[in-house]
């Protein structure tokens, strides 16, 4: 069985990236394994983390499951990002958003969760 053991996010700007996704998110960093280019995610699963590009790549799609879409979507505004509007589907909601810093994920609310 092969399953995602680790994946890192590029980001221009670790301090800023820290503080919108731990203000997103609630995500805290371990600072003993981060470095002034690299931010571990603490008590991830799995394990992950931000590293520091000239140009962030944004061309996997990460989804992140959330309990309310429409809360997090207005989140990510006040934290100076940009949300689509949900869509819905059969599996749920879900809409592209991205970061202060222009790097775009997605969010999923399972259809169970409304």
């Excluded at 394990?47 to 990510?76: M, Q, W």
Aim: aromatic residues 14%; contains cysteine; proline residues 4%.
């Amino acid at each position: 069985m092969i399953q995602l053991g680790y994946f890192t996010l590029d980001t221009a700007d670790i301090a800023k990236a820290r503080a919108f996704y731990s203000g997103l998110f609630g995500w805290s960093f371990d600072d003993e394994a981060s470095k002034p280019t690299y931010a571990h995610v603490k008590d991830s699963d799995p394990a992950f983390g931000f590293v520091k590009a000239e140009r962030p790549a944004s061309e996997t799609n990460l989804y992140f499951r959330v309990d309310d879409i429409h809360a997090v979507c207005a989140r990510v505004v006040e934290l100076g990002g940009k949300a689509a509007i949900p869509a819905e589907s059969a599996s749920g909601l879900s809409c592209v958003v991205c970061d202060d810093q222009g790097f775009s994920f997605s969010l999923w609310q399972a259809a169970e969760d409304y």
